[in-house]
């Protein structure tokens, strides 16, 4: 028996086109592409026409609460772009950058997988075109500018070291670096103080860079980012130290989006990439404002299950970037429904129609939430070999009782071949002019108003609880007049409530907000439920562990 190809070794053996002829499928000319050799190039920011935007259509997918091993919303996103292309319709993905930390960590490779991938896959998962190192920059000039003020003599702001809150990042799983001391060593080393270090992913300024409209309002953010209080309990933001405008021009470039290409040669556009839990899980809106004024369809998507990357982009950046989605792909897979019914991990692949059939109230509890957008879902089984004809079917019947139509996606397997039926889908969806977009909450309500929305609409909450800290936190974003921003709830991927035990879909639960961040560069205040670390470590048996390069340079074991 032939031993399947794995993921790396299906994009090693395609032939990739020049960057130069996958832009004329987007009408883009070669003199306005900024190229990284062969098969990648930055597109500038004129190429975005607000007019055109509206003409076209923007498609959401996420998911159900997740495995730890995700769902496949990127190979379902591309998948679902070579479906849409291969029946005669012009589509381009719109997507996120991988972080170097789960690629070595625990996830691998993160371009998609199978025969619905994004290429150069090896690139694009390493240190592509170098926009992750450039947010690490701009970050960690921050740091550095806010310890240099710290001992100086002559324009020192009067920093209470004691409230800082900005950390230094690293794209790179390290959890030894989350609580360090900085400054020792003697006077000449800086002041004495306790700090630590997030992953790249985590920051601001990536938050930043995916919620800029353009260079203006990038150095504007940056200039909003808070620091800290001075002794006197006045706050202090990056622009009292004169810091926008360099922290900017290393952004320069990286605030560009990238173009790449699908394993079968159709555009893809792959800019940004913040985590779900901790941040807003979506790319730039300047990379989806691109594709939509470049393609008639633009598929993108958003990180962990819907009730995380989902209502962030539909809460915060759609509002924020006037953005209007006309459909959701909601990705299930029989192997999360299983987990949901109770399966343990090493039965995730063993056919159950009893766990299905209860772990549905999972999907089922996603589908009523992405109806409160005024939007009816589309479901995605994201087949996988162990998948049994009645288990879809069931799945299908559930979907059909609730008014969804759930179609088979078989793009890991097939490429394009695979996810016709989803695509034509989609189309007729779309043709029908049925959605009506509609974020569940209003900016300006209150800040516990729009929490406990959030936690009761879409998590099934039955109340919420601040800590002492937490409340304490409340008064000093009034008092900073932050109110009226949007809120990014900090949550585990892992289940609809703070506690990752509690799988399917829980009932009567109270979720515990323990602090709040506030990322006013970004523009929203960050609740933090249950104990979330912006720097991940590794497993015990990391990624990198099976990864190999050979003489030749050829890369094996990142997939």
Known sequence: MTKPQTDIEIAQNTKMQHISDIAKKL???????????????????????EGKIKQNHLVLVTALTPTPAGEGKTTTSIGLV??????????????????????????GGAAGGGYAQVVPMVDINLHFTGDFSAIEKANNLLSALVDNNLQSKTRNLGIDPRTIVWKRVMDMNDRALRHITIGLGGTTNGIPREGGFNITPASEVMAILCMAENFEDLKNRLGNIFI????????????????????AILLKDAIKPNLVQTLEGNPAIIHGGPFANIAQGTNTILATKMGLSLSKYVITEAGFGADLGAEKFLDIKCVS?????????????????????????????????????????????????????GINPIVAINA?????KEEMELVQQKCNELGVKAVLADGWAKGGEGMTDLAKTLAEEIEQKTAEFKPLY??????????????????????????????????????????????????TQKSFSDDPMLIGRPKGFTVTIREFEYAVGAGFIIPILGNMMRMPGLPSVPASENMFIDNEGKISGLS
Not at 330 to 355: C, D, F, Q
Not at 384 to 388: E, G, L, R, V
């Open 82 to 107: 070579e479906g849409l292309n291969k029946i005669g319709e012009q589509a381009v993905a719109v997507l996120r950058e991988p972080s170097l930390g789960p690629v070595f960590g625990i996830k």
């Open 228 to 247: 800290g209080f001075t002794f006197d309990k006045k706050p202090v933001y990056a622009r009292d130290l004169k810091a926008e405008n360099a922290m």
């Open 321 to 373: 970037g006037s953005l209007k989605p006309e459909a959701i792909i909601l990705v299930a897979t029989i192997r999360a429904l299983r987990h949901h019914g109770g399966a343990p991990k090493e039965e995730y692949n063993t056919p159950s129609i009893e766990r299905v059939e209860k772990g549905f109230e999972n999907l089922e509890k996603h589908i009523e939430n992405m109806k409160l957008y």
């Open 27 to 49: 009408n883009i000319p070669e003199d306005d592409l900024e190229m990284y050799g062969k098969y990648k190039a930055k597109l500038p920011l004129s190429l975005i026409d």
């Open 442 to 491: 209003d900016w300006n309500a209150g800040l516990k108003e729009k929490i406990e929305t959030i936690a009761t609409k879409i998590y099934g909450a039955e109340k919420v609880s601040y800590s002492k800290k937490a409340e304490k936190d409340l008064k000093t974003i009034e008092s900073l007049g932050l109110s009226h921003l949007p809120v990014c709830m900090a949550k």
């Open 384 to 388: 996988f070999p162990s998948d049994t």
